[in-house]
């Protein structure tokens, strides 16, 4: 008993198969495909059953050594590149490609030379992600019938010949001192014009300034002016409302001539009628006594004689 026991437990031992998470076990029984386990708890029949192909459904990734290319305009670069692929039919993967692995190492080669066969090498450098976009749909096109999806393909490095990287490097700097030399032409041209616009809003400025304290001091001196002249019309107003006859009005008028002299050398012009006016007024104001203001001599009074009989 213990030893069928013991038999029947080897059995159970070798015949019980546990499936990891994320892979499959390709079964063939007496030699050919019978099944595809997934993960989990199994039995396989001993001596007809064999585990043919125990495949992971993880992505894995492809990194290919550099490989010469040669572009279309003949110049020779080491390229590698990395594939990002993954396994999504374990029965395809097994019987699809004696070597499936080797199959797409091969096939990334041969496929990256013939698009940058037809680039340039100018191209070649600025175009990585045209590349890989083409790399990624062929390849994923290929593999179907392996069993194999190309998530993403990279170009991992592109070297070129060391005397066209010497070139590049002396391009570079070339292009690097003709924008700085451009930067600095710029810059002087911006300020220069920056500095003439500012010169030339000081100087409107300036203008403006001078124009408006002109106006300002023209139109002072006009007010100035019309108010001595409102002052002297208000004041002959005032003697021709008091009485004043034409005589004195014209004084008055001359007396305003006087002042306007201001105590310098001028001269001052009288009319021939306006003094014959004034003579007249003065005669008649003497004979008619009419506007003599002086007041009349007081007669002497004498002492009374003594009367000597009376006395």
């Not at 080797?102 to 992600?129: C, F, H, K, M, Y």
């Not at 002297?232 to 006859?245: F, Q, S, V, Y």
Request: negative net charge; glycine residues 6%.
């Amino acid at each position: 008993m213990i030893f069928i026991a013991a038999i029947i437990v080897l059995i159970l031992f070798f015949c019980l198969k546990v499936v990891p998470q994320a892979t499959e076990f390709v079964i063939e029984r007496l030699g050919k495909y019978q099944k595809t386990w997934g993960a989990g708890l199994h039995f396989l029949i001993p001596v007809i059953d064999r585990i043919s192909k125990k495949v992971t459904l993880k992505e894995q990734v492809l990194d290919s050594p550099p490989q010469p290319v040669i572009t279309k305009d003949n110049v020779t670069m080491q390229i590698d590149t990395v594939v990002y692929f993954k396994v999504f039919d374990a029965k395809l993967f097994t019987y699809g490609a004696v070597n499936p692995i080797s199959a797409l190492s091969n096939l990334t080669a041969t496929t990256l030379r013939n698009i940058v066969g037809e680039l340039e090498l100018d191209d070649t450098l600025t175009s990585r992600d045209t590349i890989n976009g083409k790399m990624t749909e062929i390849l994923d096109c290929a593999t179907d019938q392996w069993g194999i999806k190309v998530n993403r393909v990279e170009l991992k490095n592109i070297i070129p010949p060391a005397e066209i990287q010497n070139a590049m490097e002396k391009q570079m700097k070339a292009e690097r001192d003709r924008r700085e030399t451009l930067l600095e032409a710029e810059g002087h041209k911006a300020a220069v014009i920056t500095r003439a616009e500012g010169d030339k809003q000081a100087m409107i400025l300036a203008a403006e300034g001078e124009r408006d304290a002109r106006i300002a001091r023209a139109e002072g001196e006009a007010k100035a002016v019309l108010l001595a002249r409102q002052a002297e019309a208000d004041g002959i107003a005032a003697l021709k409302a008091a009485g004043a006859d034409a005589a004195v009005l014209e004084l008055k008028k001359y007396d305003a001539l006087v002042s306007m002299s201001n105590g310098k050398a001028s001269k001052i012009i009288i009319p021939t009628d306006t003094v014959e006016m004034v003579n007249k007024n003065v005669i008649f104001s003497e004979t008619s006594g009419v506007g003599d203001v002086t007041p009349a001599a007081k007669e002497e009074t004498k002492p009374a004689k003594k009367d000597v009989c009376c006395d």
